[in-house]
């Protein structure tokens, strides 16, 4: 069952969104002359869910559809990365420029917790992440910022002939009342 979730959701996750709601300016003497630059600062937050059969399908986790809010109002998508290390590279590919974050993750390996008796699975993973300005491109580019991240997942195991949990690493979560919720948030300040 650990092949839905575990480093699915967080691996990565765990680092989203940036971006920048208010503005501050400052100013800048050089001689008698004085140019202003205005540096845009603000939260990001990045959202999205994705429900059903969706929620349980792709190799390394569900891709789920995202939307950006803040200075970069945008789309975006989050697909887990492969493996199980706690320490991520995401790049979040948007219209407008690509943002890359650096992502831990500490719980990202660990498996869902299961309810033996119902069959309910589910797990959450928090993240913390940093912009890599100098790789992201676009309106992303030279931004600098932190945040934290959480992924959700719950579904339900299918059962055994014999009534138990399937609770092997090959077993398919059902579909029916599966979710998986991606949020994060933290200030950006992009490059003026």
Known sequence: MNKILPAAGLAALVLAATACSSSSSST??????????????????MT??????????GTNGPTVPLTLTGPVATTSAFTPPGGTSTHSVVTFKTPDGNLVVA??????????????KTCAMAQTIHAT??????????????????????????ATA???????????????????????????????????
């Open 103 to 116: 992502a831990v993750a500490p719980g990202a390996n660990q498996n869902p917790a299961l309810n033996a």
């Open 48 to 57: 999205g869910q994705v429900t059903g059969a969706a929620a349980v399908t």
């Open 158 to 192: 299918p059962k055994l002939a014999s009534g138990k949990c399937n609770d092997s690493e090959n077993a398919q979560p059902l579909a029916k009342g599966a979710i998986v919720i991606f949020t994060a948030s933290g200030p950006l300040t992009l490059k003026s």
């Open 129 to 154: 992440y940093v912009v890599n300005g100098a790789k992201s491109t676009g309106k992303f580019a030279g931004a600098t910022g932190k945040g934290t991240a959480t992924f959700s997942f719950a």
């Open 28 to 45: 800048h003497a050089t001689g008698s002359s004085s140019a202003t630059h205005a540096a845009t600062t603000g939260t990001e937050s």
